[in-house]
């Protein structure tokens, strides 16, 4: 790299991490290789609180248990911005059959954030060296992205993220398979869906399956809710929004002669709006309730709210797809993606803080390269361009 006085007051170019790439695909890889699951990424974050003590970081530890916050302070300004990455791995066999596949059997980073921390990290390095900004640089390395409920950025926020690491703006980044490489995609306003958690039991009378008449049979009035959950979304909810209740698990009994006494039914439910996050319950509570009265059972029933809405703040969506559009051009950025029903826990510090997700292409998805899948990897390619990414939106945001 030059240094900032050799390149006048150009912004962080995709081309300055050309040369440092190998050194961004190894970082990345020894990620890739030693994966932790939520709330213990201990070799992780340990690891990357060496490399920002390195780079002259100033680093917070223990904010959400393994979460850390490197802090680099340019001269006198008075603004502020966060950065966050996520950190956690997932529970699952790698089937990739790359040299660089996951160490820790039944573990693997089959979500990218491997990835994603390093397109931080090289910016990090970047940013910490030319020093064109003027203000305060929080880069947010966060836990537990992936447990759905009672995460790493409710966890970092709980314990006091922006009163400790005030934040003018926060920006997260997700890669996104099946979109191609180098894409931007991004939206103002609600971009990635609420994600809430149903686990029922519908508790009747076991007994012979030969004498169902002395029985009361749970899994019939399960199949019977099951199919009647078809109807909450197509018949509650108006045509032109959207919504998904997706029952995920059914469960019930062990042997063919017996009639079980309960019956276990767990949904997913996606929605993007508190108004409809709350008719969603309340529709799908009472008729769970109702289908198993009605069939002489009783519903047990745990409504777990997991994340919130993401919502894009305008100004925050605006800045992030100007700078997309000065590195990959106005062709390669879509500054209008459809809502994602996927959830995304960065959206806890949103509702403190505003800010924007932002989506990166990772290439074809096809043969199991999508998210959460054994044959899922991150493009390396794509480890530049967040770099640069990251590097001018905090030059442009801290001028």
């Known amino acids: 790299m030059t240094d900032s006085s050799e390149r006048g007051g150009e912004y962080a170019r995709i081309y300055d991490f050309l040369p440092y790439e190998q050194e961004l695909v190894a970082i990345r890889r020894h990620l890739h290789r030693n994966p932790e699951l939520a709330f213990a990424?201990?070799?992780?974050?340990?690891?990357?609180?060496?490399?920002?003590?390195?780079?002259?970081y100033d680093v917070t530890r223990g904010l959400g248990g393994t979460g850390l916050v490197g802090t680099l302070r340019v001269g006198d300004g008075a603004r502020r911005l966060g950065i966050r990455a996520d950190m956690d791995a997932l529970p699952i066999q790698e089937a990739t059959?790359?040299?660089?596949?996951?160490?820790?059997?039944?573990?693997?980073h089959a979500c990218g954030h491997d990835g994603h921390m390093t397109m931080l990290l090289g910016a990090a390095k970047y940013l910490a060296r030319h020093r064109r900004f003027n203000g305060r640089l929080h880069l947010i390395f966060q836990p537990a992205e992936e447990r759905g409920f009672d995460s790493g950025a409710k966890a970092m926020v709980e314990e006091g993220l922006f009163e400790r690491f005030p934040c003018d703006a926060v920006y997260a980044m997700h890669n996104h398979p099946g979109m191609p490489q180098g894409?931007?995609?991004l939206r103002s306003g609600p971009f990635m869906a609420a994600g809430d958690r149903v686990f029922v039991k519908v508790i009747g009378v076991g007994g012979h399956a030969a004498r169902p008449h002395l029985?009361?049979?749970?899994?019939?009035?399960?199949?019977?809710?099951?199919?009647?959950l078809q109807t909450v979304v197509a018949r509650n909810v108006d045509p032109g929004e959207s919504a998904v209740v997706t029952v995920g698990r059914l469960r019930a009994g062990d042997a063919l002669n017996v009639i079980p006494a309960d019956a276990e039914i767990g949904i997913s439910v996606r929605s993007f709006s508190p108004a409809m996050r709350a008719l969603l319950k309340e529709?799908?509570?009472?008729?769970?309730?109702?289908?198993?009265?009605?069939?002489?059972?009783?519903?047990?029933?745990?409504?777990v709210e997991g994340y919130p809405v993401v919502v894009n703040d305008a100004e925050a969506a605006e800045l992030a797809a100007q700078v997309a559009t000065d590195l990959v051009g106005e062709q390669a950025v879509d500054r209008a993606f459809p809502q994602l029903m996927g959830s995304e826990d960065f959206a806890y510090m949103?509702?403190?803080?505003?800010?924007?997700?932002?989506?990166?292409?990772?290439?074809?998805?096809?043969?199991?390269?999508?998210?959460?899948?054994p044959k899922y990897d991150f493009n390396d390619v794509n480890l530049p361009y967040g770099a640069a990414f990251w590097s001018q939106l905090a030059e442009r945001f801290l001028r």
């Open 283 to 303: 529709r799908i509570c009472a008729l769970i309730t109702g289908v198993a009265e009605g069939h002489g059972c009783r519903a047990e029933i745990n409504y």
């Open 183 to 185: 894409r931007f995609m």
């Open 41 to 56: 990424e201990h070799g992780t974050s340990d690891f990357i609180a060496g490399k920002l003590q390195e780079w002259g």
């Open 350 to 373: 949103l509702q403190r803080c505003p800010g924007a997700l932002v989506r990166i292409g990772n290439g074809p998805a096809e043969g199991g390269r999508g998210l959460h899948n």
């Open 97 to 108: 059959g790359v040299e660089h596949a996951s160490c820790v059997p039944g573990r693997m």
């Open 215 to 228: 029985a009361v049979d749970p899994l019939v009035a399960a199949a019977a809710i099951v199919t009647a």
